[in-house]
């Protein structure tokens, strides 16, 4: 099987480790990535911002970037949520009317496609630290994915995952909205961030960079004893 490879942007620019673990990690599931490096944003930022003509305009180029009738995967539910959610409301009843509902029915979140589509669940993986599993409010309310983090993380070998109370709270990281409600979304972060710490993990670990990268501000800026890392990244660390 070949997939179509989706890296948001990001994870393009701040976490590109991130993006190889994912390239990594579909191999090691028996599948051929193709990676178009003309793609861009989704345009789920601009869209949240309230600039729908511009949100129009990149969603354009990425239902062109992502032309083939093949599985488009991403590390993200939130950019993968706001494909499926969101695009029929810019692209309905338009010249890309049937582009978008390809798109809308072949693109998966990492973990979804893994374990729903491939059946594929161990890697072999090696991680031997605490962690605590936060549930994005798009992975877990729009894609209502989450068991498939928990399953593959069952497998990996010294791993022990601890649950965090309130698991389904948001943790305030969307981005416009954090930026628009800035003391709500930092005290959103620092429940989300207690409850991971209260459970005595080292690590908040999720399906969505884009939560992880607004705990790590909290974190970082209170100097909290815990990390985040993305779900690839620990899945990524097998032997060859």
């Known amino acids: ?88 409301e810019l692209f309905f009843n338009t010249a890309n009317h049937l582009n978008f509902k390809r798109l809308e029915k072949n693109v998966y979140e990492l ?31 729009d894609l209502h994915i989450g068991k498939e983090a928990r399953q593959l993380l069952s497998h990996v070998k010294g791993l022990e995952l601890l649950e965090m109370k309130q698991t389904d709270m948001c943790c305030g990281g969307e981005f416009t909205f954090a930026m628009n409600n800035e003391e709500v979304s930092v005290g959103m972060a620092s429940h989300k961030v207690r409850n991971g710490m209260n459970t005595g993990a080292e690590y908040i670990v999720s399906t969505d960079m884009s939560c992880l990268m607004h705990q790590k501000s909290y974190i970082d800026a209170n100097g909290l004893p815990i990390q985040v890392i993305h779900i690839a990244d620990i899945l990524a660390n097998f032997d060859n």
């Open 1 to 88: 099987m070949t997939i179509d490879l989706f890296i948001p942007c990001f994870i393009d620019q701040f976490y590109p480790q991130t993006a190889v673990n994912t390239v990594k990690v579909l191999e090691k599931a028996g599948v051929e990535v193709n990676y178009n490096p003309d793609q861009t944003c989704c345009g789920r930022f601009a869209y949240h911002a309230g600039f729908i003509e511009e949100a129009k305009a990149l969603g354009d180029k990425f239902l062109s970037d992502f032309d083939n009738d093949r599985p488009v995967v991403a590390p993200t539910a939130s950019c993968v949520a706001f494909i499926k959610k969101r695009y029929s």
């Open 111 to 141: 973990t979804d496609f893994l374990v729903n589509v491939l059946h594929f669940d161990d890697f072999g993986a090696e991680f031997p630290h605490k962690v605590t599993y936060h549930d994005s409010c798009s992975g877990l309310r």
